[in-house]
């Protein structure tokens, strides 16, 4: 997975170096690379950015910088697609991430300011992505947003294989809830199952857990999915049991 990115802070993606990702950078399965607009401006000023046509607060991103660090990275990463960050975007979730994952590389546009001039997502954008119905003060944070989501997903990443497929999301679930040492802490214990070492009734147990948190926070991921036989008792067993 060949990551590029077009920043005006490429040293906010330091933090991509660190974990998981870090170790994937480091094991190859994933590559970053940083193109700075301000190196393809031509003033003695570095100019990115300029007013806005038809008035209005703050600055807006100039195309030609922006078109040749694109250009760069286009030619460095041929078949990867250009992807902007910004809330007018298709929103991303796990499923997205799935998707991306099994793309060979990606270019993602980070911009700053109000945003970038309209003429660079009309010749140059090929998809638009928000991670979320909010405003942030650049793209940035959002492209890391996504390296992570999809680094993660990547074949050998993960050290346990199958957690990733256990995490909730993969299987339409919210996650069951984890325990580690101490097993009594401050009177509260780790339930009994976890310590039996039956590992079919542990896993029963969590899908139990999954389906029970699901139903009380986010009803609406259980209206898409279908549940088996057992998984419909379970959640059945789970309701009974919560409303005492
Ligand atoms: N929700 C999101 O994914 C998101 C993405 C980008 C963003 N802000 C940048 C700054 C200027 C413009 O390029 C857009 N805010 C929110």
């Given at each position: ?103 060979d590389g990606m ?46 997903l990547l074949p ?89």
């Amino acid at each position: 997975m060949r990551f590029d990115v077009v920043t005006l802070f490429p040293e906010m993606f330091e933090a991509a170096r660190l974990g998981v990702t870090g170790k994937a950078l480091d094991t190859g399965k994933a590559s970053l690379k940083l193109w700075n607009p301000r190196d393809y401006t031509d003033d003695t000023h570095r100019t990115v950015d300029d007013r806005p046509y038809g008035g209005g607060p703050g600055m807006v991103m100039m195309v030609e910088p922006l078109k040749a660090a694109l250009q760069e990275a286009k030619a460095a990463a041929p078949g990867s697609r250009v992807i902007y960050l910004t809330p007018q975007g298709q929103r991303f979730d796990q499923m997205a991430a799935r998707e991306m994952a099994a793309r060979d590389g990606m270019i993602l546009l980070a911009g700053r300011y109000e945003g970038i001039d309209e003429r660079l997502v009309d010749c140059c954008v090929d998809e638009e992505w928000s991670i979320g119905d909010y405003v942030l003060s650049g793209g940035e944070l959002a492209a890391m947003v996504i390296m992570d989501a999809v680094t993660r997903l990547l074949p050998g990443v993960l050290g346990h294989e199958d957690s990733a497929q256990q995490d909730s999301y993969m299987n339409g679930l919210l996650d069951f809830p984890q325990y580690t040492r101490p097993d009594a802490l401050e009177g509260r214990e780790v339930p009994d199952v976890l310590l039996s070492g039956n590992h079919a009734a542990i896993g029963k147990w969590r899908l139990k857990q999954a389906l029970g948190r699901t139903w009380l926070r986010r009803p609406d991921l259980l209206e898409q999915r279908e549940l088996s036989e057992e998984e419909q008792r379970l959640l059945e067993e789970f309701i009974r049991t919560h409303q005492g």
